[in-house]
Structure formats: structure tokens, C-alpha cells
């Protein structure tokens, strides 16, 4: 691929129609090397002299300060950057499956998705789905918060909520639901988690075969973050 479409590949339209997003820095670098990402020949690597020595099993092309600039999306370009293939989408686990699948709803925050990958690869086992407007997940912003995550953990994209019919039941948060202490919480395929400001969609709240949980506090503040109340809950299914 032509350096002047590589830079192309800031924005989400062109990610779309070349199938490729970006990763920078020494650490997602190393994540990539260590992924199962195949075939290998399709990741391009673009290293500025510091990096020229850089030991991998993908193609590297040496890049001027200039063009690093370009590609990079940091004020203090890291001198590494590398172009990636867009992962195939993969369906939801079926009922059989060992996985447990997380729902997000409309998340924004590239922020919190990052951080909800982190998660979701440290204790393995779950598959992550995000509904139609949904942040981009191959958003430079989320990759890099993501921490290499992304490269580990089973992605569906555009999911529907029609397509949440095939569980046989879900689980949410609300603020009066049953305690995710309750055994019972462990019991689900499907997890929902809404969108920062607006929270979980009737359209999940009103099914019959949709159950709802409450991570229990001292009632100070309204809300957890998207990624908190998340994160807690994975540890709780995960304990």
C-alpha cells in the first residue's frame, strides 16, 4: 500500500474501504509479534533510523521523520507504526459455546472501550459484540488504550440487538436489580451494558428472558462509569 493512503487510514472511512487500521509504539508492536494475526504478509511495519534495527516477521519499510508524523496520531511520534489487516467479523458464539458474550450498547468513549479490551483479555473467556453506532474499535484512540487487547479478544461488530434472541437469557445493570453477588449472576450467555449517558435500552429491559443486577454501593452518586461497572462485573463472573 501507497504511503499517502497508509495516512489515509486516520479515519474510519478509509479503514472501511481498505481494510487495514494503524498501531503505533514499541509496546502494541510487541503485542503483534506475539498475536496469532495471519497471514503475516499482510502487516507492514513503518520505522523511522531508530527503529531500523527492530527485529520482526513482518515486512518493514524505513520511513523518513516526516512521513512518521504523518502517520503517527501523537504530538511525539514513537517512530514505529504499523499497518494492520481489519480482522474478519466474527458471529456471536452459539449456545454451545464456552464463551460468554459482553453487549455493548452504543458505547462512545474510545477510552472505555480500550479499557473494557484490556479486561476482557486479562481474564479470557468472553467474546465482545458492540451494536451498530458504536465507536470505531479500530479507532487509533481505542487500539492504543486497549493496550494490545484487541489483538486477543473475539470481536463481533454491527450487532443488532434483534440478534441477542438466540441467548436464552441476558443479564443487565440497574440500580434495582439483584446483587451481582447472587449466584445466580454467573448463570447467563449474555451480558448488556448500555451506552455512558443514556444506559440500556428499553428494547433489552422489557424481555421476558432478560434479568437484572445491581452493583451494590453506599449510594453517594448515581452511576459507575461504563468501564468500571464492567470491569466489576467481569472480575465477579470471573471469581
Not at 502494541?28 to 499482510?42: D, N
Not at 484512540?141 to 441467548?167: C, D, E, Y
Request: proline residues 6%; hydrophobic residues 40%.
Amino acid at each position: 500500500m501507497k504511503l499517502d493512503d497508509v495516512k489515509k487510514l486516520h479515519q474510519k472511512k478509509y479503514r472501511q474501504s481498505l481494510g487495514s487500521y494503524l498501531i503505533e509504539g514499541e509496546h502494541l508492536l510487541l503485542e503483534l509479534e506475539r498475536s496469532q494475526i495471519q497471514p503475516s504478509s499482510a502487516v507492514e511495519i513503518y520505522v523511522t533510523e531508530s527503529f531500523e534495527s527492530w527485529q520482526t516477521r513482518f515486512k518493514k519499510t524505513l520511513v523518513s521523520e516526516k512521513r512518521m508524523a504523518q502517520l503517527s496520531d501523537t504530538p511525539s511520534p514513537q517512530g514505529i507504526v504499523a499497518r494492520v489487516p481489519m480482522p474478519a467479523n466474527i458471529d456471536l458464539p452459539n449456545p454451545s459455546s464456552k464463551l460468554k458474550t459482553v453487549y455493548l450498547y452504543e458505547p462512545q468513549d474510545p477510552g472505555n472501550l480500550g479499557t473494557i479490551l484490556r479486561t476482557l483479555a486479562w481474564f479470557g473467556g468472553f467474546h465482545l459484540a458492540l451494536s451498530p453506532n458504536s465507536v470505531d474499535p479500530f479507532n487509533m484512540k481505542v487500539v492504543r488504550a486497549s493496550m494490545g487487547a484487541l489483538f486477543h479478544v473475539p470481536l463481533s461488530i454491527n450487532v443488532p440487538l434483534s440478534a441477542l434472541s438466540q441467548f436464552d437469557s441476558l443479564a443487565y445493570l440497574d440500580i434495582n436489580g439483584t446483587s451481582i453477588t447472587q449466584p445466580q449472576f454467573k448463570d447467563h450467555r449474555c451480558y448488556v451494558f448500555g451506552n455512558e449517558a443514556r444506559g440500556i435500552p428499553n428494547d433489552i429491559t422489557t424481555l421476558t428472558h432478560a434479568s437484572a443486577y445491581t452493583i451494590e454501593g453506599c449510594g453517594a452518586i448515581e452511576s459507575l462509569n461504563l468501564a468500571s461497572a464492567l470491569n466489576i462485573s467481569i472480575f465477579q463472573l470471573a471469581s
